[in-house]
């Protein structure tokens, strides 16, 4: 159990362009999921916290009108990446927390690595 | 806010070798610990994870991690490595009362040699 998965697992897109990923919990509700951001051979960096059905709560220095997130049901958030620039390349990982054993266990999905080009 | 400290940046053993990675979180009350694993090119896959009793832990593959409170650590400890533990490792904490995310240490990459 306790399965996220995101998808595209990768995408390619030109600058100026935007990009959806999407996020969901398999087998469980979703009641909070987070999306961090990890940089080549660094550690996940927290972007936001969402909770179904309340808008996002960002972290200091992510952009909310570039990095828009929408948690519209227990089972599925995305993140959308709006006019995207190179220096947006990166992996964007998300992670889903919900009714299960273990209040404070997130669970992480596979990861979708963005190149803008 | 709390942070995580992992103090070795890249660990280099020989197989067979035992391993202690360092990890230390700064916040005063009650945490939750975690250590995650990434193979390259791989997502993150969970080793163990510390709420409360028991401060030594025992996690998959072999790995263990003892939590001590008067400082504020969580290190990570294998007695034998073997190459297919080359991977990155991440420390992770998060406080234990509200719905808080999970703070991430920097990562320690660790290669084992044959």
């Known amino acids: 159990g306790a399965v996220v998965s995101q998808h595209p697992s990768w995408v390619i897109c030109k600058s100026g362009t935007s990009v959806k990923i999407e996020c969901r919990s398999l087998?469980?509700?979703?009641?909070?999921m987070f999306w961090y951001r990890q940089f080549p051979k660094q550690s996940l960096m927290l972007m936001a916290t969402?909770?179904?059905?309340?808008?996002?709560?960002?972290e200091q220095g992510v952009e909310k009108d570039k990095f828009l997130i929408n948690h519209a049901s227990l089972t599925l958030s995305t993140l959308t990446v709006t006019s995207a620039h190179p220096e947006d390349s990166s992996f964007y990982i998300c992670s889903a927390r919900g009714r299960l054993a273990g209040p404070y266990e997130q669970y992480f999905g596979p990861g979708t690595r963005l190149t803008v080009t | 806010a709390q942070s995580v400290s992992q103090h070795n940046h890249h660990v280099i053993l020989s197989e067979a070798a035992s391993l202690e990675l360092g990890c230390n979180y700064s916040?005063?009350?009650?945490?939750?610990l975690f250590w995650y694993v990434q193979y390259p090119g791989q997502h993150l896959q969970l080793l163990l994870k510390y709420f409360s009793g028991d401060p030594l832990v025992k996690g998959i593959k072999g790995f263990e991690a003892e939590f001590i409170k008067s400082k504020f650590s969580f290190n990570l400890r294998k007695p034998s490595v073997q190459w297919s533990d080359t991977a990155e490792y991440f420390c992770?904490?998060?406080?234990?009362?509200?719905?808080?995310?999970?703070?991430f240490g920097k990562g320690t990459r660790l290669s084992v040699i044959a």
């Open positions: 969402s909770n179904e059905g309340s808008k996002a709560t960002y």
């Open positions: 916040y005063g009350g009650t945490v939750n």
């Open positions: 087998d469980f509700q979703a009641t909070t």
């Open positions: 992770a904490v998060n406080r234990a009362s509200g719905n808080t995310p999970l703070v």
